[in-house]
T-cell receptor
């Protein structure tokens, strides 16, 4: 069963706008990760945020984590057409000892020129 | 670096046939895993391995076998293919305890 659930399922914006995707999960975690998948390709790791962190930045990406609400958000600022992809959150179960990640169903982002 | 390499990229099978999806990584990662991706279902873990000789089941292991005889290779075997196994399969690896997964490009399997 999915641990994380992304919202919205699909998002369509114009270039230059910001895109925000949300992820909710059910059980306590060690960390939460975001991945991007371009059509027909494998997933690519974007960012990892640990359970004791509240916010993390990487270039145009900003991730927040609220463990009290069991939720995370991914913000992509100044979106580009090349950001068009599916975005997945993944959670690493607490005390699992290994990187067994559980993925959500993803948000499909379309950025139009 | 090649990273994670999966073969074949595409395969069509008939119901009841068996086959092996190959996965190799050149990053000396201890952890390797197989996921399947279906429309509307996201990625689901099939099997994983935390080192040579050690494997364990994920969320959807039925109909699949794995083995890990070397650090580099983690093949996924379909014993008797069924139409329900039509999917895109991804192999992924990571450093032990790090969490960040490196994915292959996927193997698209169709079972008729």
């Amino acid at each position: 069963s999915q641990q994380g659930e992304e919202d919205p399922q699909a998002l369509s914006i114009q270039e230059g706008e910001n895109a925000t995707m949300n992820c909710s999960y059910k059980t306590s975690i060690n960390n939460l990760q975001w991945y991007r998948q371009n059509s027909g390709r494998g997933l690519v790791h974007l960012i990892l945020i640990r359970s004791n962190e509240r916010e993390k930045h990487s270039g145009r990406l900003r991730v927040t984590l609220d463990t009290s609400k069991k939720s995370s958000s991914l913000l992509i600022t100044a979106s580009r057409a090349a950001d068009t992809a599916s975005y997945f959150c993944a959670t690493d179960a607490l005390n699992s000892g290994y990187s067994t990640l559980t993925f959500g169903k993803g948000t499909m982002l379309l950025v139009s020129p | 670096n090649a990273g994670v390499t999966q073969t074949p990229k595409f395969q069509v099978l008939k119901t009841g046939q068996s086959m092996t999806l190959q996965c190799a990584q050149d990053m000396n990662h201890e952890y390797m895993s197989w996921y399947r991706q279906d429309p509307g279902m996201g990625l689901r873990l099939i099997h994983y391995s935390v080192g040579a000789g050690i494997t364990d089941q994920g969320e959807v292991p039925n109909g699949y076998n794995v083995s890990r005889s070397t650090t580099e290779d983690f093949p996924l075997r379909l014993l008797s293919a069924a139409p329900s196994q039509t999917s895109v399969y991804f192999c992924a690896s990571s450093y032990r305890g790090t969490g960040e997964l490196f994915f292959g490009e996927g193997s698209r399997l169709t079972v008729l």
